[in-house]
């Protein structure tokens, strides 16, 4: 599978998250976007962003920080007990850090790597991105070098 057609799926997967989020505020919902929100941004960190950074260095770095800005968010979330106020609030902030994110992505970055990659890398990156995605789901895989070590 090409890698930019995977991480668009996961975009979408995690944006159909936050609108049942909307509709029910179930805090397992809430956990399994800040699971797969996770999983994403390692999956891109460890093997889609290096291979990016030949495309756009700045967007990727950019990206990273976006990243940063969700883990923080969703540090906050997990230290919380209940759904409450305080909760949805950061849910928001968490959702439009996401949508930003995902935007720059499919706007800039992404053409800009079909462009310069090509797509035997990408469907290369892909199956790289699908074996390591599997893995952390599973937990066998643990978080290693990022595009910014």
Do not use: W
Request: aromatic letters at 4%.
């Amino acid at each position: 599978m090409n890698a930019i057609v995977l991480l668009k799926d996961d975009h979408q997967k995690v944006n159909d998250l936050f609108d049942e989020f909307d509709l029910n505020e179930d805090k397992s919902i809430a956990e399994k976007i800040c699971q797969e929100l996770t999983i994403h941004a390692q999956i891109e960190e460890q093997i889609f962003y290096p291979a990016a950074k030949k495309a756009d260095d700045e967007m990727v770095e950019h990206g990273l920080e976006e990243h940063q800005e969700m883990k923080d968010l969703i540090a906050e979330l997990s230290a919380m007990q209940t759904v409450d106020e305080d909760f949805k609030l950061t849910m928001e902030e968490l959702r439009s850090v996401v949508e930003d994110h995902v935007e720059e992505e499919e706007t800039e970055l992404f053409p800009e790597c079909e462009e310069r990659l090509g797509e035997a890398q990408l469907i290369s990156l892909g199956e790289q991105l699908m074996k390591l995605k599997e893995q952390l789901q599973q937990g066998i895989a643990t978080r290693s070098k990022s595009a910014s070590a």
